[in-house]
């Protein structure tokens, strides 16, 4: 596999080694001891969970106070834009974004690391997003950030309508609001 680091310290792009031919493909989405040689992390992942939206769908910023989560995120069918937000105040990049492309024909896959807002919006027809997480989901202490924060000033690419958002995501407080 290939780990490239992006801008935000700690968040990385995984390019996996994929064995393909006029068949289909194969690759490894996740093996513990390559992933702690490539990334030089231990990652305890306890949950997996499967998302399917439809495009447009724009599902962030989440995170949560307690119990933060890291993700190793994908997608297996479509393509989202994939958003990583740095809200450790102790960071020098706090208050900075970092958005890749991740589709089922890249095969690419973003870690996220613990202490950071996470969210995607979809640009394909639809999407299959899949996460790996170092924590279980607690709905008492999750957060969300508005996605169209002014402050964050994210360049979510142009879907030629509004993003589709849930009831939870409209609600999002503003980034300097945010626990």
Same mark, same amino acid.
């Given at each position: 596999? #290939? !780990?490239?680091? +992006?801008?935000?310290? &700690?968040?990385? =792009? %995984? /390019?996996? $080694?994929? *064995?393909? /031919?006029?068949?289909?493909?194969?690759?490894?989405?996740?093996?513990?001891?390559?992933?702690?040689?490539?990334?030089?992390?231990?990652?305890?992942?306890?949950? &997996?969970?499967?998302? $399917?939206?439809? #495009?447009? !769908?724009?599902?962030?910023?989440?995170?949560?106070? %307690?119990?933060?989560?890291? #993700?190793?995120?994908?997608?297996?069918?479509?393509?989202?834009? &994939?958003?990583?937000? /740095? %809200? $450790? $105040?102790?960071?020098?990049?706090?208050?900075?974004?970092?958005?890749?492309?991740?589709?089922?024909?890249? #095969?690419?896959?973003?870690?996220?690391?613990?202490?950071?807002?996470?969210? *995607?919006?979809?640009?394909?027809?639809?999407?299959?997003?899949?996460?790996?997480?170092?924590?279980?989901?607690?709905?008492?202490?999750? +957060? =969300?950030?508005?996605?169209?924060?002014?402050?964050?000033? %994210?360049?979510?690419?142009?879907?030629?309508?509004?993003?589709?958002?849930?009831a939870k995501d409209q609600s999002g407080?503003? *980034?300097?609001?945010?626990?």
């Amino acid at each position: 596999m #290939k !780990v490239t680091p +992006c801008t935000i310290a &700690d968040v990385l =792009c %995984i /390019d996996p $080694r994929v *064995f393909g /031919d006029e068949r289909g493909f194969f690759y490894e989405s996740y093996n513990e001891r390559g992933f702690a040689q490539a990334t030089g992390l231990a990652a305890n992942f306890v949950q &997996d969970n499967h998302s $399917r939206s439809a #495009k447009g !769908v724009l599902r962030g910023l989440h995170y949560q106070r %307690i119990n933060p989560q890291g #993700k190793l995120v994908r997608v297996v069918s479509g393509e989202v834009f &994939d958003v990583a937000v /740095d %809200i $450790r $105040r102790e960071s020098p990049t706090y208050g900075q974004w970092v958005g890749e492309v991740l589709s089922a024909s890249n #095969k690419r896959q973003l870690w996220v690391p613990p202490g950071l807002a996470h969210g *995607f919006l979809v640009l394909s027809e639809s999407a299959e997003f899949l996460y790996k997480t170092t924590d279980y989901y607690a709905p008492e202490h999750e +957060c =969300c950030i508005a996605w169209n924060d002014a402050t964050l000033a %994210i360049a979510w690419p142009d879907i030629g309508e509004p993003p589709r958002l849930s009831a939870k995501d409209q609600s999002g407080v503003a *980034f300097g609001l945010h626990p």
